[in-house]
């Protein structure tokens, strides 16, 4: 088998056809199998990953969405020059939970300036905006701000996956947005689609959740008729020592409850924390109710569990 032919150093990782002839590299070359043609014009240098099967839940997440992002800077070879990438594309990048039906979207939402053309490619989606927002970089990309891409969700989601979607922004490590800054954009989005919905989201979003789950749960509960619960209330004991901060705690009924995903019953160090923590929680007074994905799936048991404690 001959050797194939190195690329030139100049080429980046993602480059265009038209890049590539100018530095001289032959059309046969752009062919080889060590380069990907995700989008027309545009070639991709092909990186190993491992097999699917042997990753963990989170891992395959990870992946999904480091397959993403180098979906998106592969176009950038031959996107327009003045472009903002917005709506599910926007949101993906963000990390934004979405629900199944729009998690697997790989169409990237383009938008430019109302004086130009949206571009039209095959796997591109063009916008065009009356004004483009001021240039905010994400993983290296132009998005358009969280606060304007959780707005534009707000005709597509239901309530809750907005409320979930806003909850995300606003989360309690490295928030992308904050919640007087979600309140000012739906203030500057009456009368446009989905302000009704965003005006009635945003007043019950909730600054520092840690996961969608908690989210969720969240809502679960309050959707029961239940008081809503507090989102990241610290306990302590009686001689002020540190105990927990749970996910949501009823706190004068001192019920305290914790979303647990699989590493909780995978992982040896974990199950035993868990324990510990359950007996702290005692010691200090508190009923600790871990909750897991069977109770979301059927929320009837969640307020049965929960209901009778306050």
């Not at 545009?42 to 180098?70: I, N, P, Y």
């Not at 989210?215 to 610290?234: F, K, Q």
């Amino acid at each position: 088998m001959s050797r194939r032919e190195p690329l030139p150093e100049e080429l980046p990782g993602d480059f265009s056809v038209r890049q590539a002839r100018a530095s001289g590299v032959p059309r046969s070359r752009l062919r080889a199998s060590d380069l990907d043609a995700v989008f027309r014009g545009s070639r991709s240098v092909r990186t190993e990953q491992r097999e699917s099967a042997a990753l963990t839940g989170t891992q395959h997440f990870e992946r999904l969405h480091a397959q993403f992002v180098a979906r998106c800077r592969a176009y950038l070879p031959v996107a327009p020059p003045d472009f903002r990438f917005g709506f599910i594309t926007a949101a993906r990048l963000y990390r934004v939970p979405l629900p199944p039906r729009l998690q697997g979207r790989l169409l990237l939402d383009v938008f430019v300036a109302d004086s130009r053309f949206p571009p039209r490619m095959k796997g591109v989606t063009g916008h065009r905006t009356r004004a483009l927002p001021p240039l905010d970089m994400h993983d290296g990309l132009p998005v358009f701000p969280p606060e304007l891409v959780w707005l534009s969700l707000a005709p597509t989601l239901t309530l809750d996956e907005l409320i979930i979607a806003g909850d995300h922004l606003v989360r309690r490590k490295a928030p992308l947005s904050s919640l007087d800054e979600l309140r000012l954009a739906v203030g500057e989005h009456v009368g446009k689609p989905g302000a009704l919905r965003a005006r009635d989201a945003v007043e019950q979003v909730r600054p520092g959740t840690d996961s969608p789950t908690e989210s969720e749960m969240r809502l679960v509960i309050v959707r029961a008729g239940l008081p809503e619960p507090v989102v990241g209330y610290t306990v302590y004991d009686a001689n002020g020592h540190w105990v927990g901060t749970p996910d949501l705690a009823f706190v004068k009924a001192r019920v305290a409850l914790d979303y647990e995903g699989e590493v909780h019953r995978t992982d040896d160090r974990t199950f035993q924390g868990d324990i510990e923590r359950r007996e702290m929680f005692a010691d200090a007074g508190w009923r600790h109710i871990r909750v897991t994905k069977d109770h979301l799936r059927a929320p009837d048991r969640l307020i049965a569990r929960v209901a009778p404690l306050l």
